[in-house]
């Protein structure tokens, strides 16, 4: 019962590439969270989605970032023209719920650290 | 808007001390609160999850309390080891709402 896998581990952009890091959620698990962790600060969120659906996308930069969860396959969190100050870990966690009514925790992948050179 | 601290922010002790880690909220209107350690460079592992309604969690060393009316959890962790180095996490899932909000963390060493 693998838990929620994220990849890849450690990715290295250069400046105005594009960064495409992928969550699988926890088995069972159809709502994936996005939180992205710069360096010496706490964690902070970013998206919220479900199958073919973004809930909440209210933590995102307006531009230059995205996420998806398509039907198959894991939720994939995009940057575009990545620069310096996108260099964080970015972290994914699944949860089997819906958003209100359930008092569960949340599982949280390995991380993708991202260093934009 | 919910606010959660963590104090102290760093903190070294010898091996075999027990030891207290502190998390304070602004708003008791909360689902439940989860601590996790985060080892550098590495991921998230929770360690405790501990529902509105209740007051502590237990998991081998560690226990964890939740006194929601002053707003206030403490993480215990008795017998400290070496191992047990690492980043300690506070976060709180408010009512109503599914983001976690994330306190900035108790670095902990213990120095054999």
């Known amino acids: 019962n693998a838990g929620v896998m994220q990849n890849p581990r450690h990715l290295v952009r250069r400046r105005g590439q594009e960064a495409r890091l992928r969550c699988s959620p926890m088995k069972g698990h159809s709502h994936v969270y996005w939180y992205r962790q710069l360096p010496e600060e706490g964690l902070k969120f970013m998206v919220y989605l479900q199958k073919e659906n973004i809930i909440d996308e209210s933590g995102m930069p307006k531009e230059r970032f995205s996420a998806e969860f398509p039907k198959e396959g894991p939720s994939i969190l995009r940057i575009q023209q990545v620069v310096r100050g996108d260099s964080a870990a970015y972290f994914c966690?699944?949860?089997?719920?819906?958003?209100?009514?359930?008092?569960?925790?949340?599982?949280f992948g390995s991380g993708t650290r991202l260093t934009v050179v | 808007k919910q606010e959660v601290t963590q104090i102290p922010a760093a903190l070294s002790v010898p091996e075999g001390e027990n030891l207290v880690l502190n998390c304070s909220f602004t708003d008791s209107a909360i689902y439940n609160l989860q601590w996790f350690r985060q080892d550098p460079g590495k991921g998230l592992t929770s360690l405790l999850l501990i529902q509105s309604s209740q007051r502590e969690q237990t998991s081998g060393r560690l226990n964890a309390s939740l006194d929601k009316s002053s707003g206030r959890s403490t993480l215990y962790i008795a017998a400290s080891q070496p191992g047990d180095s690492a980043t300690y996490l506070c976060?709180?899932?408010?009512?109503?709402?599914?983001?976690?909000?994330w306190g900035a963390g108790t670095k902990l060493i213990i120095k054999p």
């Open positions: 966690a699944s949860s089997p719920g819906s958003s209100t009514g359930e008092n569960y925790g949340y599982t």
């Open positions: 976060a709180v899932r408010p009512n109503s709402n599914y983001q976690l909000i």
